[in-house]
């Protein structure tokens, strides 16, 4: 194969791996909670001669009747972490070596997942030492989204971004099945391993990233990615200086300035906060999917147990159906990527989707449950709705717009916004769940019709870019039709 398409190959290849452990280590805490606060009369008579304490196989601290509001703790000690880091973690992404800087979280992520689990091997009991693990994991797992979206915007242009970042994104789902079947086969035995091993697994993988992941193409003497399909040259004479397409394989370049590889330090100041959030786009889309990243996060929270307390299955069987939402998510991404590199209307392909998933979410609650066949069609379909644009936001609209035309060729804004925009999304991600725990004791319905106005909101953010792309598209067809564009 031509050496570019290697490189962006094993691009693809490392930053999948890297994201798929990022999401591995972070699912053994949902499925050890059941360990930490189990039904210990199914296990049989107390064996310390004490029938007053129903708990007696519980974890301390979790041992109490208050356990799910330490388990809420933890979650949202993750998830508040994360959404603040976030938005520092994309300013440090612009400034570090990429390599250094997803490789170093990786190993910190490593090492906070694998000492949460070593609280059973050391006999902790005490509840700041959960919290305190999983802040600091929460903080140094923010390294990885922006690292990654900007390796991967790096090499690859706008013309195919969508499908291929649509694919490539199917590293979450498949990050979380992972986890879940690596923390399950040591939960019942040593509920500790189903943190060492992801840690090391993370902690392996960011070894690798950091010996073999290549940040820039012109590193390796590689022609850049072409990151505007529209014609630069009535904008800005000298923004005309690219490759020959966005997906060359060509080596050499045609560019003047590509004769001699540019090293990271000779690239322009990186942008500031402010600066990023000037691009434009990037206040509308960061809005839109704090609204989208909340609906899909109440799911992942939340799904199993509506699905038990509605349909009345087991909590194996309502798991496992669950994972169906992610399999919509996956086909969602792809779809997603698909038709906005078709249309080159990001925002009107959002958008649609969302209009969409709204009276599918109302449908699914009411009718969802009719029936095994009907329930696995929607949780398909509601899954694909939701997840799709949230993917597409986060992997393809945050790569074009920290490749904007507006910074003139400045590859350090990729980090920074897609930091923003993640870290905006990651609000809603915290307050969804919680949300959701708040609102459910007054009945499911009222947490369905949440998460419908949620979507109608993302919905309805968008609706001046989506306006925008439709002037854009009009303007070349009434050209064609021999009318004045004014």
């Not at 509001?69 to 993750?78: I, Y």
């Not at 570090?96 to 009991?125: E, K, N, Q």
């Not at 069609?377 to 035309?405: K, R």
Request: hydrophobic share 45%; with cysteine; proline share 5%.
């Amino acid at each position: 194969l031509p050496s570019s398409h290697s490189y962006r190959g094993l691009t693809l290849v490392l930053t999948f791996l890297s994201y798929t452990s990022y999401h591995l280590s972070r699912k053994p805490i949902s499925i050890v909670k059941s360990q930490l606060h189990p039904n210990c009369s199914a296990l049989g008579p107390n064996p310390h001669n004490d029938s007053n304490n129903t708990n007696w196989c519980s974890w301390a601290p979790f041992d109490g009747e208050n356990y799910k509001e330490l388990f809420g703790a933890l979650d949202n000690a993750f998830l508040v972490a994360y959404a603040i880091g976030m938005f520092i973690s994309g300013i440090f992404g612009e400034r570090l070596p990429l390599r250094y800087y997803l490789s170093g979280g990786m190993v910190l992520s490593g090492l906070f997942t694998a000492l949460f689990g070593l609280g059973y091997f050391w006999d902790i009991h005490v509840l700041w030492y959960f919290i305190v693990v999983q802040v600091c994991n929460g903080l140094v797992q923010t390294t990885g989204w922006p690292a990654v979206v900007a390796c991967v915007g790096n090499w690859f242009g706008k013309g195919k971004r969508g499908l291929i970042m649509g694919i490539w994104n199917s590293h979450t789902s498949v990050g979380n099945i992972l986890g879940s079947l690596i923390a399950g086969a040591w939960v019942s035995s040593a509920w500790g391993l189903s943190f060492v091993v992801p840690g090391i697994i993370i902690i392996a993988v960011g070894i690798i990233c950091f010996f073999f992941l290549v940040e820039y193409p012109e590193d390796v003497d590689c022609s850049p990615p072409l990151h505007h399909v529209m014609t630069t040259s009535e904008k800005d004479p000298e923004a005309v200086t690219s490759n020959e397409g966005p997906l060359s394989v060509s080596g050499q370049s045609s560019v003047e300035h590509s004769n001699s590889p540019k090293e990271p330090a000779e690239e322009p100041e990186a942008i500031s906060f402010l600066g990023a959030l000037r691009i434009p786009g990037v206040v509308e889309f960061s809005l839109c999917l704090l609204f989208a990243k909340l609906v899909s996060y109440t799911f992942l929270y939340w799904l199993p147990l509506y699905i038990v307390n509605v349909a009345h299955f087991g909590a194996k069987e309502a798991g496992d159906l669950s994972t169906l939402f992610d399999v919509g998510g996956i086909l969602g991404g792809i779809f997603a990527g698909l038709i906005s590199d078709y249309t080159g209307g990001r925002a009107t392909t959002c958008c649609v989707m969302l209009v969409v998933a709204a009276p599918m979410l109302f449908l699914y609650n009411h009718v969802g449950q009719n029936g095994i066949g009907t329930s696995i069609a929607m949780l398909i379909i509601c899954g694909a709705l939701v997840n799709g644009p949230y993917a597409l936001i986060t992997t393809a609209v945050s790569a074009d717009l920290g490749t904007h035309e507006s910074l003139k060729g400045n590859a350090k804004a990729l980090s920074t916004v897609t930091a923003i925009i993640d870290g905006t999304g990651s609000v809603g991600a915290a307050l969804g769940p919680l949300l959701a725990g708040l609102i459910s004791p007054t009945g499911w319905n009222n947490v369905f019709y949440m998460l419908i106005a949620a979507d109608v909101l993302a919905c309805l953010l968008l609706a001046r870019v989506v306006v925008k792309e439709a002037r854009g598209w009009c303007g070349p067809m009434a050209r064609q039709r021999g009318y004045v564009v004014t």
